[in-house]
Antibody
Framework: EVQLVESGGGLVQPGRSLRLSCTASGFTFGDYAMSWFRQAPGKGLEWVGFIRSKAYGGTTEYAASVKGRFTISRDDSKSIAYLQMNSLKTEDTAVYYC?????????WGQGTLVTVSS | DIQMTQSPSSLSASVGDRVTITCRASQGISNYLAWFQQKPGKAPKSLIYAASSLQSGVPSKFSGSGSGTDFTLTISSLQPEDFATYYCQQYNSYPYSFGQGTKLEIK
């Protein structure tokens, strides 16, 4: 069974950093691209970024709203995808989801809440 | 960037009804279109990819169609568990983008 479990969320002050983890199981993690999405309270879904599998270079893409502040990486030996978030802003407050992306998203994690507030 | 427009933004229907939600892209996206269902307080669930292909385990009461700029999601024989918010998403080009969502409510 495919499972994605996010962790690392919490309350953080504006300007600080936080790293989210997405631990995968039930499939060969290294074979898949992975994405991060977020959803601000009461709002719709927003794509954050994407990392390709190593077979496709392991390269990344980002939304303009996070580019230069957020970094996605992966550790295939541990089946974990990371979202490093720097210079956090209050508008980054959201539930963050990781997903598996074979050809469009198929599986979602349960999400982890990040609250940016002083 | 590609803008996705869903209609209607909300929809009231009865158990047993058939409903259709429309999604329009601001430019052609071939068939790189997905549909998601989200219930309050829960993670989204993937329903359809490539405009018309059902994700594994999704019942055939859900169907998608379209190509280019115009797409539809149809749900037949509505059951209480189908009342949720539905989102379309294009993954033809970065940045990926979503429609604003359609809230399907019980009449």
């Amino acid at each position: 069974e495919v499972q994605l479990v996010e962790s690392g969320g919490g309350l953080v002050q504006p300007g600080r950093s936080l790293r989210l983890s997405c631990t995968a199981s039930g499939f060969t993690f290294g074979d898949y691209a992975m994405s991060w999405f977020r959803q601000a309270p009461g709002k719709g879904l927003e794509w954050v970024g994407f990392i390709r599998s190593k077979a496709y270079g392991g390269t990344t893409e980002y939304a303009a709203s996070v580019k230069g502040r957020f970094t996605i990486s992966r550790d295939d030996s541990k089946s974990i995808a990371y979202l490093q978030m720097n210079s956090l802003k209050t508008e980054d407050t959201a539930v963050y989801y990781c997903t598996r992306d074979p050809a469009g998203t198929d599986y979602w994690g349960q999400g982890t809440l990040v609250t940016v507030s002083s | 960037d590609i803008q996705m427009t869903q209609s209607p933004s909300s929809l009231s229907a009865s158990v047993g009804d058939r409903v259709t939600i429309t999604c329009r892209a601001s430019q052609g996206i071939s068939n790189y279109l997905a549909w998601f269902q989200q219930k309050p307080g829960k993670a989204p669930k993937s329903l359809i990819y490539a405009a018309s292909s059902l994700q594994s385990g999704v019942p055939s009461k859900f169907s998608g169609s379209g190509s280019g700029t115009d797409f539809t999601l149809t749900i037949s024989s509505l059951q209480p568990e189908d009342f949720a918010t539905y989102y379309c998403q294009q993954y033809n080009s970065y940045p990926y983008s979503f429609g604003q969502g359609t809230k399907l409510e019980i009449k």
